[in-house]
């Protein structure tokens, strides 16, 4: 097996994706770009995307990721927008695309029309994310989106299948699409709450750094896996232990989360940025065996088809956002206006990605009886260029499509009281807790090392506070960034001297590692008691 494809593919989408991030362009779009630009290129690779690589290996973690990060109980005030948006708009694009796609193409059956609408209906996770992180969309419509691309997938693959079916003669029937859908969507909500608990504990009572990394690593593909094993919705699987482990991240050790968050995000930054650059090099690949609809009757067909995707988009965001509030009451009453504005972004944040090229890739090359699948080179294509048209023309213009709707502002001051607020009753806790503990003959300390346990709660009772006040007017400093620094220093001076004594002998490497080890977690405690 050839390596070096897959090494040029990591380090050159991390090379472009580390140098997006001093650009305005987001990193997903310039991967998209940088994809396209090379991939005809004397002597690049050809990199075809399998299906059976990037749905139970690339999805699982990218799901997992996401998921991990959302808010449970956010996205359970959001419940219906998001059930809405990623069941009922799924199916919707699913249908309106799929005849879309019947009426504009001369002799592309409705089965396979459908199989293209179930392709292209679902946004993607990644996309929305990305982009949501890099604009600063207010919580309640990021929440909305992120909802919608966890769970949208499990709704488009269930319709892919059934509309599959059809399409290659497999008497597919309603209610045997309606069957299959239930038993993806309950399995692998079944699924996810069987392994929630196990894993947990196992997360929590895992005391080896090696072992407890691992199996954060596994669970993403173990929750998919044994989902899909049984025909239940591997997506919803993931989905569902990851916002629990989330919301229960509290409950494992310290160590734990800073491990685990220091490796996902490096499994995150990779994934995503080889996916993004993956959809820009699969453009020679859909162009082959395209010639019969080569030139002005391809295009055509792929601006009609994109144009359609973002209309049917808006026909429903715009619905679903302010009908259910004037048929009912309980809704205006539990819920926060969604607002026109709101309700634009929702509908222009759409973008494809690369579920939906993996779902194009495997459909099948034959029907039963061998004949070929109705005109297949084709929809790979309108997949390919609707998703390049929603990332290139939505990701690009929603940043500017934001600022001019002039959404409030993220309120700095109020969010800094509120954490100052939390953390001075945690404070309170800590104290009481701490004198009730000296108080008792077994935990007796000397004096300077009770006061430093204080004097360490003072600080951090103080740090946020320290936010709110004036800047320095010498280095124009405010004062825990001063704090920051002035601790860095010191740090760097005794890491400095440790060094010098390893290599006068005095200390061993094994020592120096330790120490080290130490000044490290001092440094990121201080950074993260400031920030």
């Known amino acids: 097996?050839?390596?070096?494809?897959?090494?040029?593919?990591?380090?050159?989408?991390?090379?472009?994706?580390?140098?997006?991030?001093?650009?305005?362009?987001?990193?997903?779009?310039?991967?998209?770009?940088?994809?396209?630009?090379?991939?005809?290129?004397?002597?690049?690779?050809?990199?075809?995307?399998?299906?059976?690589?990037?749905?139970?290996?690339?999805?699982?973690?990218?799901?997992?990721?996401?998921?991990?990060?959302?808010?449970?109980?956010?996205?359970?005030?959001?419940?219906?927008?998001?059930?809405?948006?990623?069941?009922?708009?799924?199916?919707?694009?699913?249908?309106?695309?799929?005849?879309?796609?019947?009426?504009?193409?001369?002799?592309?059956?409705?089965?396979?029309?459908?199989?293209?609408?179930?392709?292209?209906?679902?946004?993607?996770?990644?996309?929305?994310?990305?982009?949501?992180?890099?604009?600063?969309?207010?919580?309640?419509?990021?929440?909305?989106?992120?909802?919608?691309?966890?769970?949208?997938?499990?709704?488009?693959?269930?319709?892919?299948?059934?509309?599959?079916?059809?399409?290659?003669?497999?008497?597919?029937?309603?209610?045997?699409?309606?069957?299959?859908?239930?038993?993806?969507?309950?399995?692998?909500?079944?699924?996810?709450?069987?392994?929630?608990?196990?894993?947990?504990?196992?997360?929590?009572?895992?005391?080896?750094?090696?072992?407890?990394?691992?199996?954060?690593?596994?669970?993403?593909f173990v929750a998919y896996g044994v989902a899909e094993q049984v025909h239940a919705s591997g997506v919803l699987a993931v989905v569902t232990v990851a916002l629990y482990l989330g919301h229960r991240a509290w409950e494992v050790d310290f160590a734990t989360r800073l491990q685990e968050e220091a490796v996902w995000k490096m499994v995150a930054f990779i994934l995503e940025s080889a996916v993004f650059a993956l959809i820009g090099l699969q453009l020679p690949v859909v162009l082959k065996g395209l010639d019969e609809y080569a030139g002005a009757r391809a295009a055509w067909y792929a601006l009609a088809l994109f144009l359609v995707v973002v209309a049917a988009r808006f026909v429903w965001v715009y619905p679903a956002a302010f009908l259910p509030r004037l048929l009912s009451r309980r809704v205006r009453e539990r819920e926060e206006n969604p607002t026109w504005r709101g309700a634009m972004v929702t509908a222009w944040a759409g973008m494809r990605g690369v579920v939906s090229l993996a779902i194009a890739f495997s459909i099948p090359l034959t029907v039963h009886g061998g004949a070929p699948f109705p005109q297949r080179n084709l929809l790979l294509f309108l997949t390919f260029t609707t998703v390049i048209g929603t990332l290139v023309v939505q990701g690009l213009t929603l940043p500017p499509l934001i600022r001019l709707l002039r959404f409030p502002g993220h309120d700095a001051r109020a969010a800094t009281l509120a954490e100052a607020n939390a953390q001075a009753q945690a404070s309170r806790a800590a104290e009481e807790r701490l004198e009730e503990l000296l108080a008792d003959e077994g935990n007796t300390l000397p004096p300077p090392l009770a006061d430093r346990l204080r004097a360490v709660l003072e600080r951090r009772r103080n740090a946020v506070w320290e936010r709110l006040g004036q800047t320095n007017p010498v280095t124009g400093e405010s004062v825990d960034d001063t704090y920051r620094r002035l601790s860095r220093d010191m740090i760097s001076a005794e890491r400095t001297v440790f060094v010098r004594l390893r290599d006068g002998r005095y200390i061993d490497d094994e020592m120096l590692r330790t120490l080290l080890r130490r000044l490290d977690l001092e440094e990121a405690a201080a950074y993260r008691e400031a920030a």
Do not use: C
């Open 1 to 220: 097996m050839d390596v070096m494809p897959l090494l040029l593919l990591v380090a050159g989408s991390a090379v472009v994706a580390g140098a997006a991030r001093r650009t305005p362009v987001p990193a997903p779009l310039l991967l998209v770009a940088a994809g396209l630009a090379v991939s005809y290129v004397p002597g690049v690779p050809d990199y075809t995307l399998d299906p059976k690589v990037v749905l139970p290996l690339l999805l699982p973690p990218l799901l997992y990721t996401s998921a991990i990060d959302s808010s449970y109980l956010d996205l359970r005030a959001q419940l219906r927008p998001v059930a809405l948006l990623s069941v009922g708009y799924v199916l919707f694009a699913t249908f309106v695309v799929g005849w879309a796609a019947y009426v504009i193409v001369p002799g592309l059956p409705l089965t396979a029309a459908l199989v293209l609408g179930a392709v292209v209906a679902p946004p993607d996770a990644v996309a929305a994310t990305a982009v949501a992180r890099r604009v600063g969309l207010p919580s309640r419509i990021t929440t909305i989106l992120q909802g919608e691309s966890l769970l949208n997938d499990a709704t488009a693959i269930t319709a892919y299948k059934v509309a599959l079916a059809a399409a290659v003669g497999e008497g597919a029937t309603w209610s045997g699409g309606v069957e299959e859908f239930l038993i993806a969507a309950v399995g692998g909500v079944g699924i996810g709450l069987v392994l929630m608990a196990p894993l947990h504990w196992l997360r929590a009572h895992l005391k080896e750094a090696l072992l407890q990394n691992t199996l954060s690593l596994l669970i993403p």
